[in-house]
T-cell receptor, first 113, second 115 residues
Framework: DQQVKQNSPSLSVQEGRISILNCDYT??????FLWYKKYPAEGPTFLIS?????DKNEDGRFTVFLNKSAKHLSLHIVPSQPGDSAVYFC????????????FGKGTRLSVIA | KAGVTQTPRYLIKTRGQQVTLSCSPI?????VSWYQQTPGQGLQFLFE???????NKGNFPGRFSGRQFSNSRSEMNVSTLELGDSALYLC??????????????FGPGTRLTVT
């Protein structure tokens, strides 16, 4: 049973526009969420995180929104740049339970110039 | 500061053989986690070591094992290889405590092909 779901395997966006990547989770014990970016032939790179006590966290062009009641989070990239083209993984954990990260299967973002 | 290093980067093995992969974490990081990445399943957690002790284990058969040394370097071993073990194996290290543990730094991975 997949506890973290990224239902869109791929997303294509024009340069300068907003990219919105979505993630849903089923485990109500999850209280910490992260996004990672992965380029080919490299390991994933930590991008941004959010704790369940917040509903929004910003870091430059990247903003993560958390809707706990819907068990949904999203990553917004504004404006999108060609260098943002990568696979994005959503991950979650129950920090209080010291559980390992559970990853989604990833969304491949292509930013077209 | 040097990043996480994994050796070897590529490996080809035959069914039934065993393999050992190595990971050197970022200096000062005491937590090392291992993941298996396949196209169909994404990143799946194998195990985590902290100060030479296994702290968490994923849902993988006993053929998958690991260990961590006193210098925080870690190895994982897969015995009796199966075709389905072909995957990218990623190692990640993280600082010692709290939510920082989850902001992991990944190595480039070892691509294992089982024929």
């Amino acid at each position: 049973d997949q506890q973290v779901k990224q239902n869109s395997p791929s997303l294509s966006v024009q340069e300068g526009r907003i990219s919105i990547l979505n993630c849903d989770y089923t485990n109500s014990m999850f209280d910490y969420f992260l996004w990672y970016k992965k380029y080919p032939a490299e390991g994933p790179t930590f991008l941004i995180s959010i704790s369940s006590i917040k509903d929004k966290n910003e870091d430059g062009r990247f903003t993560v929104f958390l809707n706990k009641s819907a068990k949904h989070l999203s990553l917004h990239i504004v404006p999108s740049q060609p260098g943002d083209s990568a696979v994005y993984f959503c991950a979650a954990s129950a920090v209080s339970g010291n559980t390992p990260l559970v990853f989604g299967k990833g969304t491949r973002l292509s930013v077209i110039a | 500061k040097a990043g996480v290093t994994q050796t070897p980067r590529y490996l080809i093995k035959t069914r039934g053989q065993q393999v050992t992969l190595s990971c050197s974490p970022i200096s000062g990081h005491r937590s090392v986690s291992w993941y298996q990445q396949t196209p169909g399943q994404g990143l799946q957690f194998l195990f985590e070591y902290f100060s030479e002790t296994q702290r968490n284990k994923g849902n993988f058969p006993g053929r998958f094992s690991g260990r961590q040394f006193s210098n925080s370097r870690s190895e994982m071993n897969v015995s009796t290889l199966e075709l389905g073990d072909s995957a990218l194996y990623l190692c990640a290290s993280s600082p010692t405590s709290g939510v920082q543990t989850y902001e992991q730094y990944f190595g480039p991975g070892t691509r294992l092909t089982v024929t």
